[in-house]
């Protein structure tokens, strides 16, 4: 079971970026899949989530809005577009995923998730 993140970098504060995370090692069916985020010092944060049929979604309260989670089943894909990004979302960005059905109380929760990528560094400056 491999996660591989990529696209994170270096933005402006109101500036855009595009993660993505593929998936090897089994099918995304019945997973959730989602986003959390850790700033050296804290504690880890769930960011986004997406359940399987793609009909759930959560989003942190700091990123409604702003943050946009997708996934493509056929590709074992997922992606995080993310606008407006501001310094405070600065951190290592990480994929996770689980089976479950339920993405709200799974994607606060890290220590619900079963596998997790490498991480990205995002850094947004003012």
């Known amino acids: 079971v491999q996660l591989q993140a990529s696209g994170g970098g270096m933005v402006q504060a109101g500036g855009s970026l595009k993660l993505s995370c593929a998936v090897s090692g089994f099918t995304l069916d019945g997973y959730i899949i989602g986003w959390f985020r850790q700033v050296p010092g804290r504690e880890r944060e769930g960011v986004a989530c997406?359940?399987?049929?793609?009909?759930?979604?959560y989003y942190a309260d700091s990123v409604k809005g702003r943050f946009t989670i997708s996934r493509d089943n056929t590709k074992n894909t997922a992606h995080l577009q993310m606008n407006s990004l501001q310094p405070e979302d600065t951190a290592v960005y990480y994929c996770?995923?689980?089976?479950?059905?339920?993405?709200?109380?799974?994607?606060?929760?890290?220590?619900?998730?079963?596998?997790w990528g490498n991480g990205t560094l995002v850094t947004v400056s003012s």
């Open positions: 997406i359940n399987s049929m793609k009909r759930s979604t």
């Open positions: 996770v995923t689980r089976n479950a059905r339920r993405v709200g109380a799974n994607c606060r929760d890290p220590a619900s998730m079963h596998y």
